[in-house]
Protein backbone atom coordinates (compact mmCIF):
# COMPACT_ATOMS: atom_id res chain seq x y z
CA UNK A 1 0.00 0.00 0.00
CA UNK A 2 1.58 3.39 -0.68
CA UNK A 3 1.42 5.56 1.95
CA UNK A 4 2.49 8.45 -0.71
CA UNK A 5 0.84 8.62 -3.59
CA UNK A 6 2.90 11.40 -5.20
CA UNK A 7 5.70 9.84 -4.57
CA UNK A 8 5.02 6.07 -5.05
CA UNK A 9 6.63 5.16 -1.71
CA UNK A 10 5.23 1.91 -0.32
CA UNK A 11 4.20 1.79 3.59
CA UNK A 12 6.87 -0.66 4.17
CA UNK A 13 10.04 1.38 2.56
CA UNK A 14 8.85 4.51 4.80
CA UNK A 15 8.91 1.91 7.73
CA UNK A 16 12.12 0.68 6.69
CA UNK A 17 13.55 3.93 6.32
CA UNK A 18 12.29 5.50 9.78
CA UNK A 19 14.20 2.80 11.14
CA UNK A 20 17.09 4.08 9.33
CA UNK A 21 17.39 7.60 9.45
CA UNK A 22 16.01 10.00 12.32
CA UNK A 23 14.11 13.54 11.39
CA UNK A 24 10.70 14.31 10.49
CA UNK A 25 8.42 12.62 7.67
CA UNK A 26 10.75 15.51 5.21
CA UNK A 27 13.65 14.35 6.25
CA UNK A 28 12.99 10.49 5.76
CA UNK A 29 11.99 11.48 2.17
CA UNK A 30 14.60 12.93 1.48
CA UNK A 31 16.55 9.96 2.51
CA UNK A 32 14.50 7.80 0.18
CA UNK A 33 15.53 10.71 -3.01
CA UNK A 34 11.91 12.15 -2.70
CA UNK A 35 10.15 15.37 -1.20
CA UNK A 36 6.60 15.82 -0.64
CA UNK A 37 4.47 16.94 -3.58
CA UNK A 38 0.89 17.50 -1.96
CA UNK A 39 1.53 16.78 1.80
CA UNK A 40 -1.74 15.28 2.46
CA UNK A 41 0.12 12.38 3.34
CA UNK A 42 2.75 13.68 5.76
CA UNK A 43 0.26 13.27 8.93
CA UNK A 44 0.10 9.48 8.30
CA UNK A 45 3.79 9.39 7.24
CA UNK A 46 4.48 11.43 11.08
CA UNK A 47 2.37 8.50 12.85
CA UNK A 48 4.25 5.74 10.92
CA UNK A 49 7.47 6.72 11.39
CA UNK A 50 6.32 7.43 15.47
CA UNK A 51 5.36 4.24 15.54
CA UNK A 52 7.90 2.49 13.71
CA UNK A 53 10.62 4.09 15.80
CA UNK A 54 8.89 3.39 19.60
CA UNK A 55 8.93 -0.06 18.83
CA UNK A 56 13.01 0.34 18.13
CA UNK A 57 14.66 -1.46 21.09
CA UNK A 58 16.81 1.42 21.32
CA UNK A 59 16.42 5.22 19.85
CA UNK A 60 18.13 6.23 16.61
CA UNK A 61 21.02 8.27 17.38
CA UNK A 62 20.82 11.72 15.59
CA UNK A 63 22.98 11.61 12.51
S1 LIG B 1 0.70 11.94 -1.33
FE1 LIG B 1 2.64 12.39 -0.54
S2 LIG B 1 3.13 14.33 -1.32
FE2 LIG B 1 1.22 13.85 -2.22
Redesign the pocket.
Known amino acids: M ?6 A ?1 RECELRQAARQHDGCAETV ?1 AKLGK ?8 DE ?1 EELIAEERAALPQPLEAA
Open positions: YTCVCNIYRPNCGHCLA
